[in-house]
Structures are given as structure tokens and as C-alpha cells.
């Protein structure tokens, strides 16, 4: 995932006093720091010179670190505190008339790593954090002061001997000290409008791969690795070729990539964000073989959409949701056509279980904090591009992405010029397509109410009818609906065009069908039918009134740590003893033995045959139950406390069985799709 743009949080929490309209490289403002910082003191030390306009200029600070002086032109200035809010507090200053350049002097002792913190979610919250091990601090974090939305910036940085340290940008220059006295410097520049500087440093090993460019500098690719991580046997060469491999990709789909070089930086802790020009994730995830199919090649394409085109906040996020497209479903559809339906059915099992009040806008998705808005912003937005495909067919897309790209580089963008970009490449208007999508919450409930052969005589072509009817909620989409004939050896395809609550379709068919079904590779976003949606366990874990039934006294501590991690909204406590009823989706959660007895006494579905025996712990979702059921059954507190981690990531299985924390099997339930036969005329 990226990064949530500092334009989008600051303006909850300062006014600033500048304005940037169509902002590019040579008007940005600009910003320069000289960081000392010493990890294993966590003491911080610098000073940043910028151009504001004069007058009283506005800045925050995190509350570990302290102005020491200001200055212009060489006099002195004052500066005075200006309120905080939370962690952050404001400072100003007023510059006289005709001074050029402030500088600001400043330091402190930061916080600590604290790996107790939830990383999960965006940056904004998280403390600017110093230690031996690693040191992150985040944009929004209060580390420098912000000149302006967006800014342009230089950083020198300095760090004892045996770290390395990094910001976003192009690599200037570094000195890497063979003399364990001296420290190691380095250089950075970002000549483009950025909205935050996130500055990481650690004791890493350096792997680099310089990639020449036709009629331009070079790409400089790195990995910044820990000596455990460094050590395993062709791990970085791995990610310098994965590297490549996708730069090359997007530059041929999409244009010419936008920066000099991009890094892989290990981070100690469980983070996983993408900023230009590199990606920041936990180091024991960089171990995992998919991260490199999948996660590495995601985060390089924010380089384009996102860090390379902004995204314009007021009109809602498009970029999470492109780039879910044109990566993570793109692979799924080169690795065969069952995997990309896989990936739509994903998405769908996701929407359907948000609750409706949960359920927003895609022009009022602005990132994910919470799997609801996850199910939305990725999932609605990657399906919106599917079906747009779909509707202007593959040239006229992959000619508007790249008019998009070149029309928008290092410019904001929202959805109404992506949907500009398409229709000057289709030819054809996209307005009711896009405005039915992007401002209406949910999606459509599509069925097919009766399905029969025309009465009366073949006609003048020897053809027969199908008469289908064809219902919808209100208030009805306009959609061309995949129908699929089925027949005894074969199955045919079509496409309907709706749109009204109810409407009558004639078919011209060659010999009777034995039946129809709903677009069944499911290319339409919409509301699915109850046979086609197993229970998978993002419907508890986003539950607006959850229920906890804990069957083993001796894990309350262990469950009750499990359930703050897993419900977004607190749990109210249940008894299966008191019986099976009610709506809101339970969790059940005890020893194996325990968990058995209960099910037994309650007259539920027993442990399934695919999980029993096997591993640690095992969580599974009950199909049929009067009562939205999950549990999770543990050998013992340990083999809970092993899921804390964990389970929290695999909201959209059904089923796990565990090994400790990692998950030895996994699936969802099948639910094949509905058929509706067709009836004879009367």
C-alpha cells in the first residue's frame, strides 16, 4: 500500500499558509535538512532552510524535539509555540520584509522502536523512532518542518559507522567510512512536488544493480538488507531481478519510469508501504517468496500512479484501485483465467461482507484504515477497471492509460480526468458509466426472475426465443450483463443491456437451452447471491456488534488479546449455553476438547473432517449455521497467542490450519453458481 499523502492528514491539523496550484517541478517550494542522527542514542540534531513568503510563518514539530534557534539573512529571529495537537506541536515565526531564506535549527531525543505498535494501517499517528536495530521516521511524524503541501527538497544525512540511512529521491552522493570514527554521509535530492519525506536508517548491507537507460541516467537498484536477511543465498540478486523485470513492465505498458532508482529497504518492523522511488517492508516478509510475485511489483507501480501522478484527495482515491488492476490482478490473469476469477470473486466475497451502513463511495475513499474501506477502494475500484476494459475494449485502455500518464505526470489527477484520458481514447462518452459507480454506495442486486422458451413457431431464420426476465434493486444501474447459456455439451455467452428494475430479454437460440446463469465469471461488481458466498472471516473481523464466546477459561487472557486484534469493533461477550440466536456473526474460541463439546451441546456442525487433527490451531467458518459462526480452536494459550500476528491477514479464507504462526492450509468453501433453468412456454 502507499503512503497517505501528508496533503491529505496535515490539513486536518494546521492550516498552512501557502497555496500550490498546478504545482510542478520548477515551482515547487523547496526544502533543505542536514540530519544528524545517532540510533544508538536516539539523540536527533538539524537544521532546514526554506523560502516562505514573509510574514508569520507556521510549522509542527513532534513533541521530542525542540527549536533551538531561527534565523534570516543572518539575524536572529524568535519563535514562539502555537498549540499542539496530539503528538505534534505548532510553532511560528515572522520573517521581515525582504528576507530570502529561514533557517531553522532543532533537536532532540526521539522515541524508541516500539514494535508494539499496529502497523497495519497508514502512517499517520506513528512517532518519528530511533534505535541500533532500525530507525523510521514518517512523514507526518514531525521530523522537519513542512514548507508547503507540496515541496521539492535536498537532505544530507548523517549516521554512525555501520548504518546507512535514506529518504525518497535520487542519490546524490555518499561516503561510506572504512574508519569506524568517522560516520557514513549521504546525500539525497527530490526535484519533484512531493507531500512528505519518510527517513529510514538501520544497519544494513548494501546490494546495488546500475541499469542503463537510452538517453538517460541510469538506474541505480538497491536492496538494504540486515545481515540475517543479507545472508540467505541469493535473496537480494533476486529482488534486484525482480526489480528490473518490473520497471521494465509499466515503463512499456504505461511510459518511461519517472525517478532514477528505486531501493528495497528491510525494516525490523511488520510494516509493508511504498514511497517514490522505494518500498519500506518488514524484513521477516521480505523472506516470503510471493512478496517478490506480487507485493514488490504493486508498490513499484505506486511509482507511477500515486508518486508519479498524484492523487486529488477531494474527487476520492482512483490510484489504490488502479494499481491493484494493472498488478496484482494482471498477474492472476496472466497466470490463467480460473485464477482471475478467483481474484473477482475475492473482491465481491469482500463487499458482501461490510455491512450497508459500512459501505461508502469510491469518490469517498481516501485510503485504507479498516478492511471495510479496503473491500471498497481496492476490490470496487480494481472491478470498475475490469468492467471499463470490458466496455472499450483492450487498445482503446491501454491508449488512455498511457494519455493519462503523459497528460498528468507529477500533477494531481482525479477520477473525471482518468475518465477525460478513456473517452478521448474510446471515442465513446463514459460519464453515466463512471457516475453510477464512483457516487453510488454498494452495488446492484442482479437475478433473473423466469426463464422460458417464446411460445409459437421458430422464425423467418428457423431461429427460437428465449424469454428471459431480467430484475434489479432500485435504483436500477445501466449494465451489459454477461448471460450464459447453458446447454447439454456446450455453453454459449451473451451480453444484455439493462437497465431498469425489471425488464423482459429476447434471446434468438439455435435449440433450446437447458438452462441460464448470471454472469458467471462474475465481471460485474454487484451484490452476490446468497449460494454464491461462503462465509470467509472479514465478515467478523468488520462486524459493527460482534460476539465472543470463549469456551476454555484458561485462554481468556491469550482470546481476549486475539479478539483486540481481530474485531475492528469491541466484541460483546456470549455463551453458546445460553444458545444459538441473533444475527451479529459469534466467535467461538477454546481448546480443541472444549471446542467439541460445545458444538456437540449446542447441536452444531462438528469440527470439519478437512481440519481435524491437523496442526497448532485451527479457524473455520460454519456454512449453513441459524448464526453467522467462526471459531478458533487451539491446542493450547501458546498456539492462540502464535495467531495474533497472523490471522488478522487472511480475512478472506474460510478455513486455516496452523503451525505455530504460520498457516499450513487454507481455503474457502466452494458455492458453486446458480443456474436457473428454462421452462417450457405455456
Known amino acids: 500500500m502507499s503512503r497517505l499523502p501528508l496533503r491529505h492528514l496535515l490539513g486536518l491539523l494546521f492550516v498552512l499558509l501557502f497555496s500550490f496550484v498546478g504545482a510542478t517541478a520548477h515551482a515547487v517550494p523547496a526544502l533543505d535538512l542536514h540530519v544528524e542522527l545517532n540510533p544508538g542514542t536516539h539523540e536527533f540534531k538539524a537544521y532546514a532552510e526554506l523560502r516562505p513568503p514573509p510574514g508569520e510563518f507556521q510549522f509542527a514539530l513532534h513533541e521530542s524535539l525542540q527549536v533551538t534557534s531561527a534565523a534570516a539573512g543572518g539575524k536572529p529571529l524568535q519563535v514562539f509555540p502555537a498549540g499542539r495537537e496530539g503528538a505534534l506541536r505548532a510553532w511560528r515565526v515572522t520573517l521581515p520584509p525582504g528576507a530570502r531564506t529561514l533557517r531553522i535549527d532543532y533537536g532532540g531525543t526521539l522515541p524508541p522502536l516500539d514494535r508494539s505498535l499496529d502497523h497495519r494501517g497508514v502512517l499517520h499517528g506513528l512517532p518519528p523512532m530511533a534505535s541500533?536495530?532500525?530507525?523510521f521516521l514518517p512523514a507526518g511524524s514531525g521530523w522537519y518542518p513542512q514548507p508547503a503541501p507540496l515541496f521539492a527538497y535536498r537532505v544530507a544525512l548523517s549516521v554512525p559507522a555501520g548504518q546507512r540511512a535514506l529518504v525518497a529521491g535520487h542519490l546524490l552522493s555518499e561516503d561510506v567510512p572504512n574508519d569506524t570514527t568517522k560516520p557514513y554521509r549521504a546525500n539525497f535530492e527530490f526535484p519533484q512536488?512531493?507531500?512528505?519525506?519518510?527517513l529510514m536508517a538501520g544497519p544494513w548491507i548494501v546490494h546495488e544493480r546500475m541499469v542503463p537507460r537510452t538517453g538517460a541516467e541510469g538506474l541505480r537498484l538497491r536492496t538494504y538488507f540486515p545481515r540475517e536477511l543479507d545472508a540467505m543465498p541469493g535473496l537480494a540478486a533476486a529482488y534486484l531481478?525482480?526489480?528490473?523485470?518490473y520497471i521494465d513492465l509499466y515503463s512499456r505498458q504505461i511510459g518511461d519510469y519517472p525517478f532514477k532508482g528505486f531501493s528495497i529497504v528491510a525494516s525490523p518492523l511488520p510494516t509493508g508501504f511504498g514511497m517514490p522511488s522505494l518500498t519500506y517492508i518488514g524484513a521477516e516478509v521480505l523472506k516470503l517468496p510471493f512478496i517478490r510475485a506480487t507485493s514488490l511489483g504493486h508498490e513499484i507501480l505506486h511509482d507511477w500512479w500515486g508518486n508519479g501522478v498524484y492523487v486529488d484527495y477531494e474527487g476520492g482515491n482512483w490510484s489504490e484501485g488502479l494499481t491493484t488492476f494493472m498488478a496484482d490482478y494482471a498477474y492472476k490473469e496472466r497466470e490463467s483465467a480460473a485464477a482471475a476469477r478467483e481474484m473477482r470473486l475475492a473482491w465481491l466475497r469482500d463487499f458482501a461482507a461490510v455491512p450497508p451502513g459500512d459501505q461508502q463511495t469510491l469518490r469517498g475513499f481516501r485510503s485504507r484504515t479498516h478492511g471495510a474501506e479496503a473491500a471498497i477502494g481496492y476490490g470496487k475500484s480494481a472491478m470498475l477497471f475490469v468492467m471499463l476494459r470490458d466496455m472499450i475494449g483492450e487498445e482503446?485502455?491501454?491508449k488512455g492509460i498511457r494519455t493519462f500518464w503523459h497528460q498528468h505526470r507529477f500533477r494531481s489527477a482525479s477520477w473525471d480526468d482518468l475518465r477525460l484520458a478513456f473517452e478521448h481514447s474510446s471515442g465513446k462518452p463514459l460519464g453515466d458509466f463512471f457516475q453510477q459507480w464512483l457516487a453510488r454506495a454498494g452495488g446492484p442486486t442482479v437475478t433473473i426472475a423466469d426463464a422460458s422458451l417464446a411460445s409459437g413457431t421458430a422464425n423467418e431464420t428457423g431461429k427460437k426465443h428465449v424469454q428471459l426476465v431480467i430484475e434489479q434493486s432500485e435504483p436500477p444501474y445501466a449494465l451489459r450483463l454477461p448471460v450464459e447459456l447453458v446447454?447439454?455439451?456446450?455453453?454459449?455467452?451473451?451480453?444484455?443491456?439493462?437497465?431498469?428494475t425489471r425488464e423482459q430479454i429476447s434471446l434468438d437460440v439455435d435449440a433450446p437451452p437447458q438452462g441460464v446463469r448470471i454472469d458467471p465469471d462474475l465481471r460485474i461488481w454487484r451484490v452476490l447471491e446468497?449460494?454464491?458466498?461462503p462465509p470467509i472471516l472479514r465478515q467478523w473481523f468488520i462486524a459493527r456488534a460482534p460476539r465472543l464466546a470463549i469456551v476454555s477459561p484458561q485462554l481468556r487472557t491469550a482470546a481476549d488479546e486475539l479478539a483486540r486484534r481481530l474485531f475492528e469493533n469491541p466484541p460483546q461477550a456470549a455463551s453458546l449455553a445460553q444458545?444459538?440466536?441473533?444475527?451479529?456473526?459469534?466467535?467461538l474460541i477454546g481448546l480443541h476438547a472444549d471446542v467439541d463439546a460445545a458444538l456437540a451441546q449446542a447441536g452444531l456442525p462438528p469440527r470439519p473432517k478437512e481440519l481435524d487433527g491437523k496442526g497448532s490451531a485451527q479457524v473455520w467458518t460454519v456454512p449453513g449455521s441459524r448464526v453467522p459462526l467462526a471459531v478458533v480452536s487451539a491446542a493450547d494459550a501458546d498456539a492462540l497467542r502464535a495467531l495474533l500476528r497472523p490471522l488478522p491477514h487472511y480475512g478472506a479464507q474460510s478455513w486455516l490450519v496452523f503451525e505455530g504462526s504460520h498457516a499450513a492450509a487454507r481455503g474457502v468453501w466452494p458455492a458453486p453458481?446458480?443456474?436457473?433453468?428454462v421452462r417450457a412456454a405455456k
Do not use: C, W
Open 241 to 245: 531481478e525482480d526489480t528490473q523485470r
Open 193 to 198: 512536488p512531493a507531500d512528505g519525506i519518510d
Open 530 to 533: 446468497h449460494d454464491q458466498l
Open 132 to 135: 541500533q536495530e532500525g530507525s
Open 396 to 398: 482503446a485502455f491501454v
Open 579 to 587: 444458545g444459538v440466536s441473533g444475527t451479529e456473526p459469534m466467535m
Open 487 to 500: 446447454y447439454a455439451n456446450r455453453t454459449e455467452m451473451r451480453r444484455v443491456d439493462v437497465s431498469h
Open 673 to 677: 453458481g446458480k443456474m436457473i433453468k
